[in-house]
C-alpha cells in the first residue's frame, strides 16, 4: 500500500459545509497519528493536503515521503512501508468498528498475527492483531473515528465516504446507513453505575505530586478533581518535567456516573485520568488551539 490516501465524500451537492470538512479531516489526522503511535516508529509523520481537484470533493492526503523513507528498514521482513501500514490501520479500525455496531465482540480468537472475531449478530470476520488491540486499548483513536463519523451524519447531503489509494482503488466505502454504527460508543456498567471513557483537554487548576491525591482540573468549564493512573506521567515528574496552573493536559479520561432516580438520569459520580497523552506549557500554546469535540 502506497504512502497516499484519497477521501471521496459522496453526495447529491457539489459543495460540502466548511466546518464538516474541516472538522472530518482533523480527526482523520488524529487517528493516522494515534495509529503511528501505536506503532512506535518513534518518528514523527507529516500529514499534508495536496490540493483539491477542480469541481471534486476528493481529498488527497499524503504522508511525507522523506520521513517515511527513513523509517522502511524497520519493516524490511515484510517490506511494508510505514505509511501503508498507517493506512491500512487506519481502514481496518473503520471496518472493525462497523462490524462490531457498537458492541463488544461475543468471540475473540487469535493466531499469530490474525484475529477472529464473532460480533452480537454471530457474523465472523478475521482482522489483524494490530487493529484489534488498538481498538480495545485507545480511546483517543475510537473517540476521533466516532466524531468523525458524527461530523459526517450531521450533514444530510453526505451520502457516504469512500477511502481509496493513490489510483483511485477503493479501499473502503462506508454509506450514510452505516454512520450510525460507527458513531455509537460502547459504555460500561459496573456495580450500577456506567463507565465512559473518552478522550479529553483539561486545563490544570492545582498540581499533586502525590500519586493516592487527586489533581484539580477545568473539564468543559465545570472544576473537576481527578486521580492520575499513568506511571508514566510521575517518571516524566521525577525525571525533571514541569507542569504548572494553566498548563493543558490531552488525556484519556474515565468518568464514573450514577443513576439517580429522582431525576431519571446518571449524574456525574467521579473522574479518574487513565493516560497522559500530551502536555502544552500555558506559554508553548498556540493562539489559535482547535479543540476536538
Known amino acids: 500500500m502506497s504512502t497516499d490516501l484519497k477521501i471521496k465524500y459522496q453526495g447529491q451537492a457539489h459543495e460540502i459545509d466548511a466546518n464538516v470538512f474541516i472538522n472530518s479531516l482533523l480527526h482523520t489526522t ?34 511525507i515521503e522523506t520521513v517515511i523513507d527513513s523509517l522502511k528498514n524497520i519493516f524490511t521482513a515484510e517490506n511494508i512501508a510505514v505509511g501503508g501500514t498507517i493506512i491500512g490501520g487506519l481502514v481496518g479500525l473503520v471496518e472493525l468498528k462497523k462490524f462490531l455496531k457498537g458492541d463488544k465482540p461475543e468471540v475473540i480468537k487469535r493466531e499469530g498475527e490474525d484475529v477472529t472475531i464473532k460480533n452480537g449478530k454471530g457474523d465472523i470476520t478475521v482482522f489483524k492483531n ?45 454509506n450514510r446507513d452505516d454512520f450510525g454504527d460507527l458513531i455509537t460508543r460502547s459504555e460500561e456498567i459496573l456495580n450500577g453505575d456506567k463507565i465512559t471513557t473518552k478522550s ?84 508553548e500554546q498556540q493562539k489559535l488551539d482547535f479543540e476536538r469535540n
Not at 30 to 54: D, H, P, W, Y
Not at 131 to 148: I, K, P
Not at 160 to 174: A, C, H, R, W
Open 130 to 174: 494490530f487493529t484489534v488491540n488498538m481498538y480495545q486499548t485507545n480511546q483517543v483513536a475510537r473517540d476521533s473515528l466516532e466524531q468523525g463519523f458524527e461530523t459526517l451524519n450531521n450533514d444530510p447531503s453526505i451520502d457516504g465516504i469512500e477511502f481509496t489509494d493513490v489510483n483511485e482503488k477503493p479501499l473502503l466505502t462506508v
Open 200 to 283: 479529553a483537554k483539561l486545563n490544570i487548576v492545582r498540581l499533586s505530586f502525590d500519586e493516592n491525591l487527586n489533581w484539580e482540573f477545568y473539564y468543559h468549564g465545570n472544576k473537576i478533581g481527578a486521580r492520575i493512573k499513568d506511571p508514566s506521567f510521575f517518571e516524566k515528574i521525577n525525571n525533571g518535567e514541569t507542569f504548572a496552573k494553566g498548563d493543558t493536559l490531552e488525556v484519556e479520561l474515565q468518568i464514573r456516573q450514577k443513576f439517580d432516580s429522582t431525576v431519571n438520569t446518571y449524574i456525574n459520580k467521579s473522574y479518574q485520568v487513565n493516560r497522559i497523552i500530551n502536555h502544552f506549557p500555558r506559554d
Open 30 to 63: 488524529t487517528l493516522i497519528q494515534e495509529i503511528n503511535r501505536e506503532l512506535n516508529t518513534g518518528a514523527k509523520i507529516e500529514v499534508k493536503i495536496k490540493a483539491l481537484e477542480k469541481g471534486s470533493f476528493l481529498v488527497h492526503i499524503q504522508l
